[in-house]
């Protein structure tokens, strides 16, 4: 074997152990806190009106498998997993994977969008600012950009929301028009969803917009004045042919170690914006499953989420591996 | 190459920019401050206003002889996939006087819920109500609904039900007294379904039994008299109708032809498990009541004028007319004029109220905010729709007192005491709290119902130990042996372990109770009692509530309707959080009859003794008793009142310019499961509504 593959074959390992030990932490501290979903279930009965004397908790409890010790109903659960049986959410009544499932193509595509949208301003912004260290346009951007960082999110999308109504009377949290609403699928619904979700994935973009172009700019500051470009500068090559071919490709390495970071925020990053536009992403749905001691749902997010960030985590470092010798040669 | 511009400079630019924005923002909030008042015209003497809504016609000779139907089901019937109106309706269709006009087929109402949680939305709109008996909407007299009439024997022991012949389930099936009768015999008596009896099914300690006489006859046995069973089938309670209890078995009747397919009596009770494991469920009774709630389950025929077409756990829950609803208009159209309702998911109430504000709901009532109402009054004319008030029947707004705290004994034995709770009630200034809170559209009184309740005990009452003395509350402080204080002046616990220190719970929720727990901190250190305010999330309040470890707690307080919803007057109801609250224990002594839990202080077993006695007992026998309770429940401080008759529950709703028929002012409490009261199936859009034909 290889080193090479030797290499691949620990992380994929270590990147096993390490979901593994996450899935048994996220599901004992979802049931650490006193009550279980029983206790909430009854506690939202009894607050829907005084009805609940048909419900008898123990047997409820009993009829749920919650009276089981937490290591059989871990042991049942990860079982049902592996077999692709995510659970059943107790407070929706549906399949987890179901639920999962139909908020997931917004979810994927809000973020993307995001994603997208932060790479296309910030690249440009970013080699820009470089090139032009201390120029009103640089000054300007840098100013914006810690605003950016600076600003919550949530407060942007609660200014978004109050000006886009006020001012041009549109709702932000409606991700399609009424007319599409309930119309089947067609080109026409799909490109009204994706001009509704323009501005969200905007507020979304702007906080790592505005991280990516210091990143960017402060790496291509460190190259610039290296002897390479130099000598390269002085055989006469253009400005901006020089720029683009040589210091910015070695300064976008950190654009890929953050792929570890970015897959779980596809996920999970647009929680407090969309509980804001009332958006029907997985956030939500997630803060919700929390609130109500939803096990099942909220340990199969949890889960997901684990798996990414170590899915990702794996990708950025056999990248990193595949573009720097060093890296390799460590293991 | 590049000019250098001083950052500074640049900075400060962007800055002033920022702040420039900010002030716009802000400047365009002015005139808030009273908001109400500014409106001048309609809103001010909104407790003035009579209460409105369409009537059930009993006079036969107003009855339509012609019937009419929806173009949509005209259509269906042209296709011969329905019968035709006059074989849907039956033969003693309910009719309905609506309240302004007669209104034209068609649209969709836009409505919003929060979750899977929020069935009441609904519960309470598009129900119909599905009880066999219901007040009508000013709460004067109880009438028939689904039942066509109602007796109760001379001596109180029986009700006899008189069922419409020829009423049908939404799908087709006959509806008759099996139904009733297989809801009592499979469902209500089946302890592997309902596993404890229903206060509403008990008198005296025992049973009433169900028994039918022919297909469109019932009766109620009691062994003893009772008389107050006709509200209890009108109210908020475990027969008032299967939207309400069908999801835990209760319910008061239940399709038999749907649901005895789910039932072990009906069918081999191995392949009934083997099914509901296939379906999510633990075992088939779980699977049973899943199926019985309406609001998850599009295939459970129901009686209420819509049903459900996309449940309460999707994205957007909705509900299309239901081609055999009972309801007719004084024209002989059959009921209800919108076709379909629509809710959109939200993920609080904040978005509520931007969607109504913003135009996108037609009618709303829940989850509008009181300190949204300048928000919501404000953008009235520009998004079309008009906004009234319902102010709330009982007392909206106070503190809860567990009767029965037993996690300190020091507290346990003050909370316990009634010249305490008549100090903390004395110590508090009810009309900061209003004017802060309510915009000062509330009652700043003790736990009463609102004046125009037939249980208001009087103006006496209103005001008993619930005028803000603090000099005579440091003096009854002091008179208990709480007069010794520390160096910030704080009243010293009399076990000598340090400062006396309340914990009062404020859920996050539909109203600003942590802001109100910190208006009570203070107002109290006036006293010198020092309080903890514990901001918490509202299942959490109801977990240490049903635990029994609760010292005080914020939310309405009291009872607008005393025989059917005691919950908070006196610890009745352990599985309720409200009742739950006040005193878990005492509750469950007072249900299991002294088998179970502790046996309260006297005072309060007097109470439960005359609640028992005004069941039995004629509507004046019962308004009585009730006003009594009432009067004992002030004087004992057994909850300090702070708030009545505001609006801060469910007491603000808002409607589309073009929807008619719609009540300017409706009776607001949950026995009336209000507005279904004002009967919203009469509800109709007067212009081809935006969202027509969608």
Same mark, same amino acid.
């Given at each position: 074997?290889?080193?090479?593959?030797?290499?691949?074959?620990?992380?994929?390992?270590?990147?096993?152990?390490?979901?593994?030990?996450?899935?048994?932490?996220?599901?004992?501290?979802?049931?650490?806190?006193?009550? *279980?979903?029983?206790?909430?279930?009854?506690?939202?009965?009894?607050?829907?009106?005084?009805?609940?004397?048909?419900?008898?908790?123990?047997?409820?409890? /009993?009829?749920?498998?919650?009276?089981?010790?937490?290591?059989?109903?871990?042991?049942?659960?990860?079982?049902?997993?592996?077999?692709?049986?995510?659970?059943?959410?107790?407070?929706?009544?549906?399949?987890?994977?179901?639920?999962?499932?139909?908020?997931?193509?917004?979810?994927?595509?809000?973020?993307?969008?995001?994603?997208?949208?932060?790479?296309?301003?910030?690249?440009?912004?970013?080699?820009?600012?470089?090139?032009?260290?201390?120029?009103?346009?640089?000054?300007?951007?840098?100013?914006?950009?810690?605003?950016?960082?600076?600003?919550?999110?949530?407060?942007?999308?609660?200014?978004?929301?109050?000006?886009?109504?006020?001012?041009?009377?549109?709702?932000?949290?409606?991700?399609?028009?009424?007319?599409?609403?309930?119309?089947?699928?067609?080109?026409?619904?799909?490109?009204?969803?994706?001009?509704?979700?323009?501005?969200?994935?905007?507020?979304?973009?702007? /906080?790592?917009?505005?991280?990516?172009?210091?990143?960017?700019?402060?790496?291509?500051?460190?190259?610039?004045?290296?002897?390479?470009?130099?000598?390269?500068?002085?055989?006469?090559?253009?400005?901006?042919?020089?720029?683009?071919?040589?210091?910015?490709?070695?300064?976008?390495?950190?654009?890929?170690?953050?792929?570890?970071?970015?897959?779980?925020?596809?996920?999970?990053?647009?929680?407090?914006?969309?509980?804001?536009?009332?958006?029907?992403?997985?956030?939500?749905?997630?803060?919700?499953?929390?609130?109500?001691?939803?096990?099942?749902?909220?340990?199969?997010?949890?889960?997901?989420?684990?798996?990414?960030?170590?899915?990702?985590?794996?990708?950025?470092?056999?990248?990193?591996?595949?573009?720097?010798?060093?890296?390799?040669?460590?293991? | 190459?590049?000019?250098?511009?001083?950052?500074?400079?640049?900075?400060?630019?962007?800055?002033?920019?920022?702040?420039?924005?900010?002030?716009?923002?802000?400047?365009?909030?002015?005139?808030?401050?009273?908001?109400?008042?500014?409106?001048?015209?309609?809103?001010?003497?909104?407790?003035?206003?009579?209460?409105?809504?369409?009537?059930?016609?009993?006079?036969?000779?107003?009855?339509?002889?012609?019937?009419?139907?929806?173009?949509?089901?005209?259509?269906?019937?042209?296709?011969?996939?329905?019968?035709?109106?006059?074989?849907?309706?039956?033969?003693?269709?309910?009719?309905?006087?609506?309240?302004?006009?007669?209104?034209?087929?068609?649209?969709?109402?836009?409505?919003?819920?929060?979750?899977?949680?929020?069935?009441?939305?609904?519960?309470?709109?598009?129900?119909?109500?599905?009880?066999?008996?219901?007040?009508?909407?000013?709460?004067?007299?109880?009438?028939?609904?689904?039942?066509?009439?109602?007796?109760?024997?001379?001596?109180?022991?029986?009700?006899?039900?008189?069922?419409?012949?020829?009423?049908?389930?939404?799908?087709?099936?006959?509806?008759?007294? *099996?139904?009733?009768?297989?809801?009592?015999?499979?469902?209500?008596?089946?302890?592997?379904?309902?596993?404890?009896?229903?206060?509403?099914?008990?008198?005296? +300690?025992?049973?009433?039994?169900?028994?039918?006489?022919?297909?469109?006859?019932?009766?109620?046995?009691?062994?003893?008299?009772?008389?107050?069973?006709?509200?209890?089938?009108?109210?908020?309670?475990?027969?008032?109708?299967?939207?309400?209890?069908?999801?835990?078995?209760?319910?008061?009747?239940?399709?038999?032809?749907?649901?005895?397919?789910?039932?072990?009596?009906?069918?081999?009770?191995?392949?009934?498990?083997?099914?509901?494991?296939? #379906?999510?469920?633990?075992?088939?009774?779980?699977?049973?009541?899943?199926?019985?709630?309406?609001?998850?389950?599009?295939?459970?025929?129901?009686?209420?004028?819509?049903?459900?077409?996309?449940?309460?756990?999707?994205?957007?829950?909705?509900?299309?007319?239901?081609?055999?609803?009972?309801?007719?208009?004084?024209?002989?159209?059959?009921?209800?004029?919108?076709?379909?309702?629509?809710?959109?998911?939200?993920?609080?109430?904040?978005?509520?109220?931007?969607?109504?504000?913003? +135009?996108?709901?037609?009618?709303?009532?829940?989850?509008?905010?009181?300190?949204?109402?300048?928000?919501?009054?404000?953008?009235?004319?520009?998004?079309?729709?008009?906004?009234?008030?319902?102010?709330?029947?009982?007392?909206?707004?106070?503190?809860?007192?567990?009767?029965?705290?037993?996690?300190?004994?020091?507290?346990?034995?003050?909370?316990?005491?009634?010249?305490?709770?008549?100090?903390?009630?004395?110590?508090?200034?009810?009309?900061?709290?209003?004017?802060?809170?309510?915009?000062?559209?509330?009652?700043?009184?003790?736990?009463?119902?609102?004046?125009?309740?037939?249980?208001?005990?009087?103006?006496?009452?209103?005001?008993?130990?619930?005028?803000?003395?603090?000099?005579?509350?440091?003096?009854?402080?002091?008179?208990?042996?709480?007069?010794?204080?520390?160096?910030?002046?704080?009243?010293?616990?009399?076990?000598?372990?340090?400062?006396?220190?309340?914990?009062?719970?404020?859920?996050?929720?539909?109203?600003?109770?942590?802001?109100?727990?910190?208006?009570?901190?203070?107002?109290?250190?006036?006293?010198?009692?020092?309080?903890?305010?514990?901001?918490?999330?509202?299942?959490?309040?109801?977990?240490?509530?049903?635990?029994?470890?609760?010292?005080?707690?914020?939310?309405?307080?009291?009872?607008?309707?005393?025989?059917?919803?005691?919950?908070?007057?006196?610890?009745?109801?352990?599985?309720?959080?409200?009742?739950?609250?006040?005193?878990?224990?005492?509750?469950?002594?007072?249900?299991?009859?002294?088998?179970?839990?502790?046996?309260?202080?006297?005072?309060?077993? /007097?109470?439960?003794?005359?609640?028992?006695?005004?069941?039995?007992?004629?509507?004046?026998?019962?308004?009585?008793?009730?006003?009594?309770?009432?009067?004992?429940?002030?004087?004992?401080?057994?909850?300090?009142?702070?708030?009545?008759?505001?609006?801060?529950?469910?007491?603000?709703?808002?409607?589309?310019?073009?929807?008619?028929?719609?009540?300017?002012?409706?009776?607001?409490?949950?026995?009336?499961?209000?507005?279904?009261?004002?009967?919203?199936?009469?509800?109709?859009?007067? #212009?081809?509504?935006?969202?027509?034909?969608?």
């Amino acid at each position: 074997m290889g080193p090479v593959a030797h290499f691949i074959l620990r992380r994929l390992a270590i990147s096993v152990m390490t979901v593994w030990v996450i899935s048994v932490i996220s599901f004992v501290i979802i049931q650490l806190p006193p009550g *279980d979903f029983v206790s909430t279930y009854v506690a939202q009965l009894a607050q829907a009106g005084a009805i609940g004397s048909g419900d008898d908790v123990a047997q409820l409890r /009993a009829d749920y498998g919650l009276d089981q010790p937490i290591y059989i109903r871990y042991a049942t659960w990860l079982g049902n997993v592996l077999q692709g049986d995510f659970g059943w959410s107790l407070d929706w009544g549906r399949p987890v994977a179901d639920l999962i499932g139909e908020r997931m193509p917004l979810t994927l595509l809000l973020s993307l969008t995001a994603l997208f949208m932060a790479w296309l301003i910030a690249f440009p912004i970013g080699v820009y600012c470089a090139a032009n260290r201390g120029s009103f346009g640089d000054y300007l951007f840098s100013t914006l950009g810690i605003v950016g960082v600076a600003v919550p999110n949530f407060l942007l999308a609660l200014a978004a929301l109050y000006v886009g109504f006020r001012y041009f009377n549109v709702d932000l949290g409606q991700i399609q028009s009424p007319h599409y609403a309930e119309a089947p699928s067609s080109i026409g619904k799909g490109l009204d969803l994706f001009a509704h979700i323009l501005i969200p994935a905007f507020i979304l973009a702007v /906080a790592s917009t505005a991280r990516l172009v210091r990143i960017l700019r402060a790496n291509l500051l460190d190259e610039l004045d290296k002897p390479y470009v130099v000598t390269a500068r002085a055989k006469g090559m253009r400005e901006l042919h020089l720029i683009l071919k040589y210091p910015t490709r070695v300064a976008l390495n950190p654009f890929v170690s953050t792929i570890g970071v970015v897959l779980p925020q596809l996920v999970s990053g647009s929680v407090i914006v969309s509980l804001v536009l009332s958006l029907p992403t997985v956030g939500p749905l997630l803060l919700r499953a929390l609130q109500a001691q939803d096990m099942f749902l909220a340990s199969t997010i949890l889960l997901v989420l684990a798996t990414l960030t170590v899915l990702g985590t794996l990708i950025s470092d056999l990248l990193l591996a595949w573009l720097d010798p060093r890296i390799r040669l460590q293991t | 190459m590049t000019s250098r511009i001083d950052r500074r400079a640049v900075m400060i630019g962007v800055g002033a920019a920022g702040v420039g924005v900010a002030a716009l923002l802000y400047s365009s909030d002015d005139g808030d401050g009273d908001a109400i008042a500014a409106t001048g015209e309609s809103l001010r003497d909104f407790r003035a206003r009579a209460t409105e809504g369409g009537r059930v016609i009993l006079d036969r000779a107003r009855y339509p002889t012609h019937f009419r139907e929806a173009p949509m089901l005209a259509e269906r019937v042209r296709q011969g996939q329905l019968p035709p109106v006059t074989g849907r309706i039956g033969d003693d269709p309910i009719v309905v006087e609506p309240l302004h006009e007669i209104g034209r087929y068609g649209g969709t109402l836009r409505r919003a819920f929060v979750g899977p949680g929020d069935s009441q939305g609904m519960t309470r709109f598009a129900a119909g109500p599905d009880s066999f008996l219901h007040w009508d909407h000013d709460w004067r007299r109880l009438r028939p609904n689904l039942a066509r009439d109602f007796t109760i024997s001379r001596d109180g022991r029986v009700l006899t039900l008189f069922l419409r012949r020829g009423m049908r389930w939404s799908d087709g099936a006959p509806f008759t007294a *099996d139904d009733i009768m297989f809801w009592y015999e499979d469902m209500y008596l089946n302890r592997r379904i309902v596993t404890a009896p229903s206060a509403a099914l008990r008198i005296g +300690g025992e049973d009433v039994v169900i028994r039918k006489l022919d297909d469109f006859t019932v009766q109620y046995v009691s062994p003893r008299p009772y008389r107050a069973l006709g509200e209890m089938l009108a109210g908020y309670t475990d027969i008032g109708g299967p939207s309400v209890g069908g999801r835990s078995g209760m319910g008061g009747y239940a399709p038999k032809h749907y649901l005895s397919h789910f039932h072990a009596k009906y069918a081999e009770e191995a392949e009934l498990s083997r099914r509901a494991r296939a #379906a999510g469920f633990a075992n088939w009774s779980i699977h049973l009541k899943n199926r019985n709630d309406w609001t998850l389950n599009p295939e459970l025929p129901v009686l209420s004028p819509w049903r459900v077409v996309s449940p309460i756990n999707r994205q957007t829950f909705s509900f299309e007319r239901n081609p055999y609803s009972v309801w007719v208009d004084t024209a002989g159209n059959q009921l209800p004029y919108v076709d379909r309702i629509s809710h959109v998911l939200c993920s609080g109430p904040d978005a509520v109220n931007f969607k109504a504000v913003a +135009g996108e709901l037609d009618f709303q009532e829940r989850h509008l905010y009181i300190s949204k109402l300048p928000f919501l009054l404000r953008n009235r004319e520009r998004s079309g729709y008009d906004v009234y008030l319902d102010p709330f029947e009982g007392a909206d707004l106070g503190v809860r007192i567990n009767l029965d705290y037993r996690d300190d004994a020091e507290i346990g034995a003050l909370l316990s005491d009634r010249r305490f709770r008549r100090a903390l009630s004395l110590g508090l200034d009810r009309d900061q709290i209003n004017e802060t809170f309510m915009l000062g559209t509330g009652l700043p009184t003790a736990a009463v119902p609102s004046p125009e309740n037939k249980y208001y005990p009087g103006d006496a009452w209103a005001r008993r130990w619930a005028v803000f003395d603090p000099a005579e509350s440091n003096r009854m402080l002091d008179g208990l042996g709480l007069a010794e204080r520390d160096a910030q002046s704080f009243r010293q616990r009399r076990d000598g372990s340090g400062r006396l220190r309340l914990v009062c719970q404020a859920a996050v929720g539909h109203f600003d109770y942590p802001g109100v727990g910190e208006m009570l901190r203070d107002q109290w250190r006036g006293i010198g009692v020092d309080l903890d305010v514990q901001i918490v999330e509202n299942t959490l309040v109801a977990q240490r509530a049903l635990a029994g470890s609760i010292q005080l707690a914020l939310g309405y307080a009291g009872s607008d309707d005393p025989i059917t919803a005691p919950d908070l007057l006196f610890p009745s109801t352990p599985s309720s959080v409200v009742g739950a609250t006040i005193g878990v224990e005492f509750a469950r002594w007072f249900q299991t009859n002294g088998a179970a839990g502790r046996r309260p202080p006297d005072e309060i077993v /007097a109470m439960m003794e005359l609640w028992r006695e005004a069941r039995e007992q004629t509507e004046s026998g019962r308004i009585r008793i009730g006003r009594e309770l009432i009067a004992r429940h002030i004087d004992e401080v057994l909850s300090i009142g702070l708030i009545s008759g505001g609006l801060a529950f469910y007491g603000i709703h808002i409607a589309n310019k073009n929807l008619t028929n719609v009540p300017r002012r409706f009776r607001n409490s949950p026995s009336l499961r209000s507005p279904v009261n004002c009967l919203p199936l009469t509800f109709a859009y007067r #212009a081809p509504s935006a969202t027509e034909g969608s």
